[in-house]
Structure formats: C-alpha cells, structure tokens
C-alpha cells in the first residue's frame, strides 16, 4: 500500500514537469527529426519521404552557406569579447572604487533589457548623420555611415550590440565567483611575491574556471540563439550579410513556409550545438578544479 | 639570524583603537608568541608585521631596516595562515614553491630548495597531492613548507594549532618549535591558547585590549605576573586573586590597597592555617581541584590524586611565605612588598 501511494505521489509531482518537457522539447525535437528527411506538404500533396534531400539541398543554398559562415563570425567574435569585457568588468567592479553600486548597476542594465528595446536603442546610435555614433564622428570629420545598411559593417554593428548586452550578464556570474575566492587565499599570493597579474593568472583565474565554462556553455548558446535585433533591424540584409542560421530558419519556415527544409536546417544546428557541448563537456571539464 | 622591531605601533579600524603603541623586540632566532584572549589585537599585529595591513602609526624594523611602508613581499617575511591558504588548484609542490616562481626563479632552483624542504617537513611521498586530499596536519605542514622554502628571516604563524584535534596539536607544537631551532629562524606566533605559548615560546607577549600587558619568558609570566589580568590569563585553574579581608581569619593583616594573588598548585593542607569549605571536587586523575569557601570567596585549589574531600569539609590552607603575589588594588599592577606571615601558615602539610 504504502509503496504504491508513494508512486501516486512522486508521479504526481513529476508529471507537470514531464508534460511540459515532452510537449515542448522532446515531442518537437524528435518530430524536427522526422519533418527534416520529408518534404514539406502543400496542398493537396502530403508529405513524401526524401531521405537526405533536404541536405542536399543545403550544400547547394549559398544563402545556408553565408548563414553559416556568417553565424561562425559572429560566434567567433562575440563569445570571447564578451567574456573578456565580462571579466574586466566584474574584476572592476569587485575592487574597491567609488560608486561602486552604481557601476555594478550600470554595467547590468543591458541585461534586463528585452532585446527589441536594445535594438531600437542602437536603431538610434546607428542612425546615418543624426545617430549618436555619426555625431560624435563627425566631430572628426567623419560620420554618413550607414552602419547597419551597409554589407561591410552591419555584421559587426549586430556584434556589437550583442556584445553590449550579453557582457554584463556574464559580469554578474564572475563577480558571484570573485566573491567566492578566500581573501586569505590572494593575500598568501601577495606574501609570496605575486603581483596583480600573477595573481590573476595563477589564482584567480583557475579558480573561476568553472564558472569560466558556465558561462561559455551560455555565451555559445546565445551565439546561436540570439536573432531578436537581427529580425527587428536588418531581417538579415543587406545582402544576407546579416543572415544568422536561427534567422534563416525562421525565414524558411514563417515567411517561406518551406517547413520541412527549415527542419532540416534545424537539425544541421542542433548537431553543429551538440557537437560544440561534446567538447566543452568531454575536453574543458576534466581540465577544470572544482572546489 | 635577525632582529624584529616594533616601536610605537598603533592601528585604528575607524574610531576602535586596536592596536596600541604596542612595543616589541625579539632576539635572533626567537620564539616569540602573542597570546591574549580573541579581539585583543594579536592577530591584526601579526597582519601588521606582515605588511597586510597599514600602521596608522610606529614603525616595523628588521635588522634595522624599515620595513614599515615596504610591500609585504618585499618585507623578508613569511606567514602560515590560520586557514592554511592553500591553492585548492595546485599540488602540493606547486603550493610550496608558489612564492620561488612568481619571483622567476628557475625550475632547477625550485627543484632543489623543494628537495631540501620536503623532507623536513615529511611530505615526500605527498609532493603530487592536491590540498583536499590531505589531511588537516599535512595541510599545515605544506602551509609551513611554503612560508619556509625561501628562507625568510622571520617566520609569522597565525593560530597555527587551532584547527587540529588535540593529538596532533602537540606533536606539531614540538615539529614547529624544533624546525624553528635547527633552522635558526625567527618565529612569532599568535595563540588564545596559553598552554601552546608556554610550551613552545622562547617568551611571551601577552596581549590586553591592543596593549602588551607583560613581554617575557613563560617562566616570569608564571611566576612574576605583572598584572592581575597576567595572573588570571596564565595557569589552569588560573590564580586566585583574594582580598585582603580573607586572611584575617588565618590572623595576617594585609594593608587593604592590596590584592593577594596565590596559586592553586601552591596551597597545601595545614594543621592550622586559613580554613574554608569545599564547595566541590574535580578530579583530572594526576591531581583533583577543589574549590573552597574562604570568608565567601571562591578559592581554587589544587591536590595531588584523589584526596578522600567531600563538599561540605572545612580544610585549612597553608602556603609558603613567597608564594603570596600582591598586587594593587585599583590598578591590578603587581606591588613588591613583604608580607608578614605567621610562622604556623607554611608548617608542614597535615
């Protein structure tokens, strides 16, 4: 009796959580899977089975390939920019300065921002002559850029901002770690001679390496998941110049409406997300000191 | 060998004054301890010597240099911290020779100091352990092998036996103290615990409120206290301070600017002298203390053995006469003066 009654419970306090995951994780993964080797029905043509098709597809579509290409700029750039500045910025603010709340607070603004209020935030800053990058340019002489509407920059200007609003996040993550480090610890290091960098290098620094892949597992997510200021600034123009993999997907599948291509593409990324986790878990972790 | 000098030494934390024109010189190759109850100041002095924090006043000196506004690495002077401070990150050889390589010393060099230390310290075998995989006693051990390594003249250790169980607390309190004279080096360490001050230190600092209240060899602090607040601090069970009117009962008259200090451990039983009843009995095995009633103060006392005393027995305590410590009344400070006794108070033991 009481076996079973323990069962109702425990089963009754999963099946929320079960319910939730299954439908809106498990059930859409899988059924991503299965929609990425069929073609998308129409009509009256239901979908037809073709195998690897879909891919095949892909390595012919250069807008996939400049997507692509372009997602791994973006990447590249934005996760070690800002996990430095992230770094910096809580070693700032974790040092005994004046103001220092206020910093704190400032450097965190970004985060709680949605991230279609940033973008038109920087709409502002980018704008061509009147924004307030070009005027502050053309105190120099310069300005009449048209930042996001040109190929050459507006991948970077979507950098920037991305970086602008993930760092201080991060800070928030490294400033918890710093607080964690035993004071005694870095005044032993100083005794012995070490220097600030030193004691960053050889102290601080290995002990926050687990919150270091902590936050690199996000940075790489957010890499790869954050559109919302490419849909609200560029739509991935000019030229597919902006274009980023989730962006693309979200193009093919709600404005092409070619579904079973866009789950193809789905699937490419969620491999391409896996593979990055296999990494970070299987090589970074046994490299790291936990406390 | 080298020489500490501390002149006129104050810190303040805001209004608190913590530190007080504390002065102190040791010898070469001393062991000094600065033992005192906690929020007394040993520990901020000791952070003071070790240039962790900043004098608000006086001067640090070592063989005559000061040392007083240097950087602490650049003080000549190592520190065990209470916690140990171990990096969680690194092994055991690493941590000791943490120090000789942020200062660029070569690998062969390191290697070879590392050989000579280890040893010493018996950590050989544990060299590629990291520090949570050692126990409490290895852990202090490497804390001390780092703070040894580079030869510091002076040695600062930080309530260095307080995290060990009581076993290993006095094998470590003989390892430190015999590394402290093969390697000649000074060694000031900060206790609550007045035993470990008594045993290991060549004298004692004795630490009151920010002020030393008496700097000297454990067997003066003992048998010379300065101060009523020394009488109490050193000794288990701590002296008796008495006031005069106790001893009229036993016929002495002692002048009432007086406080008379005496030791349990140098009370005997007499045919006649001061009687008192036991309120009780504590028995430790080698010896029992008794506390007695004398003219309503409590009165420790301390016998060889188990005697057959039950509470409620009336003793008679007797003393010798140089066995009596006098100290002012207002001021606690100790008095020098001569206190006529009756010959029958110090007969023999009944």
Redesign the interface.
Known sequence: MKMSRNFLISFALLFPAAVLLIAFTFYPTVATLIDSVYSTPRGRRPAAFVGTGNFERMVADPVFHRAFINNLIYAAVVIPVSMGLALAMALLVNARIKGRGFVRLAYFTPTILPMIAVANIWMFFYTPDYGLIDQFLRLFGWGGTNWLGQSSTALWALIVITIWKLAGFFMIFYLAALQQI?P??L?????????YF?RLR??IL??M?PTTLFILINAVIEAFRLVDHVIALTRGGPNNSTQLLLHYIYQVAFNFWDTAYAAALSVVMLVLLGLIALFQFGFLDKRI?Y? | MSVLTIRGLNKFWGDTHVVRDLDLETREGEFIALLGPSGCGKSTTLRLIAGLEDASSGEILLDGKQITNLPSAKRGISMVFQSYALFPHLTVADNITFGLSVRGESRKSQSEKLARVAPLLGLKDLLDRRPSQLSGGQQQRVALGRALIASAPVCLLDEPLSNLDASLRAEMRNEIRSLQRRLGITMIFVTHDQTEAMSMADRVALLRNGRIEQFDTPEVLYSRPASTFVAKFIGAPPMNILDVGAFKACGMTIDGKFKVGLRPEEIFLVERGLPGRVTHAEYFGADSVLSVDVEGVQCAVRLQGRPAIVPGATLHLGWNADALHLFDAETGLRQEAAVAQPDWVQLQPA
């Open positions: 035993p005694t610890l005044e032993a290091a100083t005794l012995e001679g070490a220097n030193q050889r102290v290995p002990l390496m000191h406390r």
